[in-house]
């Protein structure tokens, strides 16, 4: 058999294929994080006085992922229903053949949980790293084009249909207003990641145990017992240390997989606003050019978005790897979850992939986005001075209303209605409807224009940017 029918390469995953994010979480990559789960509890066995220090070496030597047949460990796991324990034999045995007392003393007072638990949120933490440089750097080029075009009105519209002027740079804004909170809230998690070390029930039977035999014999030098070994194993590690071990507590995955959800549907706004105003029959923004990229096999002219194509796709597909982890959280029972604890570990690591590839790609089409704001000014002028209708409505209908309120509501929308029954230009009808010295010709000129109803969109703007200023330059 080809060892290669065995790997994934992501020919079926373009949204994450190629990214730093799937090789941060690749199958080796897993391996790794579960031997320097191992090791680094043979480190601080050995620092507190537990093992012989003189042991590390042997282990530190089989600690590699390349030494391991990742396809042989996953085909073995199904006899123990995770990869721990295959790898925990292949480990041992490596280590061994130099030293059978190094080999004794891995794995000690530790189960098959705790290390999987622990290397897959030590790979979500590595992962992370990547996903939130990337979003730093979307955000920063996203204030750049909120900042830009501050004053490049635009249409805004609602349910499909033009309501009011608003401006480019407040749309970014507001992409970036979602994808700042997304960030900053992917960060919090990311910063309290939590070891996972209870022992085969979560009493931490097992490890107390080995405190207490090392205590008794006088060969320990801590004397903080098996809570403080595990406080100096998350440190190691970079992880938080628990308030007690979360084995059937599934919270802390779902809090991360729930973080990684949200970049994804905030990275997915912006991808389908680029795609909508990307048609040609709009023609407002296009995608960063690249060499290959958005070509079709057999329309020469096309030029697909397919950056935002991508980060799309993966925002559709995050509610469903959520809905699993959840599932999979609410379906935990006893003190090891039969089933439901197996099915998040690849769901999880989807959720990683993904947000990984589409933060990727946000940081590309943020800091190559074309705006044309000819074309934003083409569309504009589509529906005219109606545009500003509810300004029009605010102060023109009480000019009309002949001294009894709410009648000039009616006689502004029944000119409304004309003008949008293909007769009369809406400002022509205006102008004889309101006498002169009701509403002068300078003062109709300035209400039908769009870019003085803008309300508060550069202040926004500003407090957008300035919210997020810190978090995305850190």
Do not use: C
């Not at 994010?21 to 031997?35: G, V």
């Not at 100096?232 to 959800?261: F, I, K, S």
């Not at 400002?427 to 003062?443: F, I, N, T």
């Amino acid at each position: 058999m080809n060892p290669a029918d065995n790997a994934d390469f992501g020919l079926l995953s373009p949204a994450s294929a190629g990214t730093a994010a799937s090789r941060l979480t690749s199958d080796y990559q897993f391996i790794q994080a579960m031997l320097d789960v191992e090791l680094e509890w043979v480190r601080v066995l050995a620092a507190a006085g537990y093992v012989d220090a003189g042991l590390i070496p042997a282990v530190e030597a089989a600690s590699t992922a390349e030494q391991y047949d990742a396809a042989s460990l996953a085909e073995r796991a199904q006899g123990g229903g995770n990869p721990v324990i295959a790898l925990l034999g292949d480990l041992r045995a490596r280590v061994k053949e130099s030293s059978p007392a190094a080999a004794a003393a891995i794995h000690k007072g530790a189960t098959s949980q705790d290390i999987l638990d622990s290397a897959l949120l030590l790979m979500a933490s590595r992962t992370l790293e990547v996903i939130l440089a990337d979003l730093k750097s979307a955000a920063a080029a996203l204030a750049g084009l909120a900042e830009t075009h501050r004053g490049t009105v635009t249409v805004a519209r609602t349910l499909t249909q033009h309501s009011l002027p608003s401006t480019f740079g407040l749309k970014a804004a507001n992409w970036l207003s979602g994808v700042g909170q997304a960030g900053v809230q992917l960060s919090e998690v990311a910063g309290r990641l939590p070891l996972q070390w209870g022992g085969a029930a979560g009493t931490m039977a097992a490890l107390t145990a080995v405190a207490v035999k090392g205590a008794q014999n006088n060969t320990a030098n801590n004397d903080g017992g098996a809570l403080a070994l595990a406080a100096q194993l998350a440190e190691r590690l970079g992880l938080a240390d628990p308030v007690a071990p979360w084995q059937t507590n599934r919270l802390p995955v779902t809090a991360l997989a729930a973080a990684l959800a949200d970049v994804l549907a905030a990275a997915g706004k912006v991808a389908n606003d680029v795609l909508l105003l990307s048609r040609p029959e709009f023609g407002e923004l296009s995608e960063p050019r690249a060499e290959g990229r958005g070509v079709s096999s057999a329309m020469p002219q096309k030029q697909n978005p397919v950056l935002s194509v991508l980060i799309r796709s993966a925002a559709l597909a995050a509610p469903g790897h959520l809905a699993q982890v959840q599932a999979a959280a609410a379906g935990a029972i006893d003190e090891r979850p039969d089933g439901s604890w197996h099915l998040e570990w690849q769901a999880l690591r989807q959720l990683l992939r993904l947000a990984g590839g589409a933060a990727a790609k946000l940081a590309e089409l943020s800091a190559g986005l074309v705006v044309h704001a000819d074309r934003m000014q083409e569309n504009l002028a589509i529906t005219g001075p109606l545009v500003v209708s509810e300004k029009i409505m605010a102060t023109v209908a009480p000019l009309l209303d002949d001294g009894v309120p709410g009648t000039g509501k009616p006689k502004v929308q029944a000119l409304v209605n004309e003008s949008l029954s293909g007769g009369t230009p809406f400002a022509q009808l205006l102008r004889g409807a309101v006498p002169e010295d009701k509403l002068s010709d300078a003062d109709l000129q300035a209400l039908l224009d769009p870019a003085g109803y803008l309300g508060q969109s550069d202040e926004l703007i500003t407090r957008i940017i300035e919210h997020f200023s810190d978090w995305s330059q850190a």
